[in-house]
């Protein structure tokens, strides 16, 4: 199977990095932390959790496409303008 890249293209994406798959499972799961926790700390966040989900399912909670959006929205419904 051949693989072709135009000139064009590589230079608009500012070069191409060929890994192997195993190589780039690696790096991806090196990028993102992962976060055990344990007693106190994981009970704090199951409730933390539990009580978002209750919110949600009584239509407590907003939808918005930034954090400025939500923050806004948030006020607004808090201060009834």
């Known amino acids: 199977m051949a693989i072709i ?4 293209t590589v230079a ?4 191409i990095v060929i890994l192997p798959v195993k ?5 991806l799961a090196a990028a993102v932390p992962t976060y055990r926790l344990t007693g106190r ?3 704090a966040l199951d409730a933390l959790v539990a009580e ?3 919110e949600h399912r ?3 909670t907003i939808t918005a496409g930034s954090i400025t959006q939500a ?9 009834g303008r």
């Open 41 to 43: 700390e994981a009970r």
């Open 23 to 27: 190589e780039y499972q690696r790096l």
């Open 52 to 54: 978002g989900l209750r």
């Open 12 to 15: 608009k994406q500012k070069g």
């Open 5 to 8: 890249l135009s000139r064009t």
């Open 71 to 79: 923050l806004s929205t948030s006020l607004r419904r808090n201060h």
């Open 58 to 60: 009584a239509g407590k």
